[in-house]
């Protein structure tokens, strides 16, 4: 404010900074998650593995509740990424974030556990990548 600088770097855990970032998204990944992941990679600071997200950018407004409980929302705007991809209105038109490395989980496979293939990829590529090195003494 007025003109002051902030620095708002993370001092607490200095092992976290300067450190590829990896996302993981899917069919389920939407909205809000999905222009998150889409800001850090357009951006360059991060990669996005896993298969392609939901697909929804539109900012919706709930106009009128009623008193049985519904509600009229209105659509009344649009996201889109820095780079100008609109990722799609949830429903007819799902473009969706492509990920970087398309990683298909098991089917069934419980997320985060032993057997999330796209968590798995994901660790050893950041094992691979050395993103676990030494502590920072």
């Known amino acids: 404010p007025n003109g002051t600088s902030v ?13 590829p970032v990896i996302i993981l998204t899917n069919g389920r990944s939407a909205s809000a998650s999905e ?14 593995k ?3 997200s939901f697909g929804k950018g ?38 969706g974030i492509i990920p970087d490395q398309i990683i298909k989980n098991s089917s069934g496979a419980l997320r985060g556990s032993q057997y999330d293939s796209q ?8 094992e691979i990548n050395n993103f676990f090195g030494p502590p920072n003494r």
């Open 50 to 52: 896993g298969t392609r």
């Open 58 to 95: 539109e900012i919706q407004t709930i106009d009128m509740a009623f008193p049985n409980g519904t509600a009229l929302k209105v659509t009344t705007g649009e996201y889109t990424t820095p780079a100008g991809r609109f990722l799609g209105d949830g429903a007819k038109k799902r473009y």
């Open 35 to 48: 222009i998150f992941a889409a800001a850090l990679r357009d951006n360059g600071a991060a990669t996005i």
């Open 7 to 19: 620095d708002r770097s993370l001092k607490r855990f200095p092992d976290l900074v300067d450190k």
């Open 119 to 126: 968590l798995r990829q994901a660790l050893t590529s950041m």
